[in-house]
T-cell receptor, first 113, second 113 residues
Framework: GDSVTQMEGPVTLSEEAFLTINCTYT??????LFWYVQYPGEGLQLLLK?????DKGSNKGFEATYRKETTSFHLEKGSVQVSDSAVYFC????????????FGKGTHLIIQP | ETGVTQTPRHLVMGMTNKKSLKCEQH?????MYWYKQSAKKPLELMFV???????ENNSVPSRFSPECPNSSHLFLHLHTLQPEDSALYLC????????????FGQGTRLTVV
């Protein structure tokens, strides 16, 4: 079955540091890939997505590129802020609505001033 | 405003109580989901409804009972829960078409005492 693997953390960085959160996946067919963010006490918010190989999703300074050859979708940001502290989930959808999304375990990111 | 609203946001219930969680979406989506989020565990897909019909239950204990009276509303009825059922319960919806993202509510934080 489908699966998503991501570093769990916590990942602790200083403000303005460069961020990479690794995500690799196993899936049948050609999945769409997503990054979600969860702030404390909240639900999951879609951060960005990519629907086919070599697509780059971007939002709020975050980027991730769909790499089919390495089955990866790493999340990057050039300069993180304290407000980026949250839990980040990599996810995929390789089917229709009946399947739901497959999520990684989440990476807790802590940004220190 | 995510378009998916969950009530209540917080719920404390005894093991002999009966309660219900409510989810409402205003996005015109065809699929709705219940996920369970526990500390230190991956997101668990509990139930999927597509066009108001249940298509997945993932071996969830019978003390959890979903109901989808129409495409905009989803309930999770709870009875005789155990303390280990304490978690954040997330509702989500999606268009139901191929490889699409899901939109999440803010969740209900459930504590079973």
């Amino acid at each position: 079955g489908d699966s998503v693997t991501q570093m769990e953390g916590p990942v602790t960085l200083s403000e303005e540091a460069f961020l990479t959160i690794n995500c690799t996946y196993t899936a049948t067919g050609y999945p769409s890939l997503f990054w979600y963010v969860q702030y404390p006490g909240e639900g999951l918010q879609l951060l960005l997505k990519a629907t086919k190989a070599d697509d780059k999703g971007s939002n709020k300074g975050f980027e991730a590129t769909y790499r089919k050859e390495t089955t990866s979708f790493h999340l990057e940001k050039g300069s993180v802020q304290v407000s980026d502290s949250a839990v980040y989930f990599c996810a995929l959808n390789s089917g229709g609505g009946a399947d739901g999304l497959t999520f990684g375990k989440g990476t807790h990111l802590i940004i220190q001033p | 405003e995510t378009g998916v609203t969950q009530t209540p946001r917080h719920l404390v219930m005894g093991m002999t109580n009966k309660k219900s969680l409510k989810c409402e979406q205003h996005l015109g989506h065809n699929a709705m989901y219940w996920y369970k989020q526990s500390a230190k565990k991956p997101l668990e897909l509990m139930f999927v409804y597509s066009l108001e019909e249940r298509v997945e239950n993932n071996s969830v204990p019978s003390r959890f009972s979903p109901e989808c009276p129409n495409s905009s509303h989803l309930f999770l009825h709870l009875h005789t829960l155990q303390p280990e059922d304490s978690a954040l319960y997330l509702c989500a919806s999606s268009p139901g078409s191929w490889n699409t993202e899901a939109f999440f509510g803010q969740g209900t934080r459930l504590t079973v005492v």
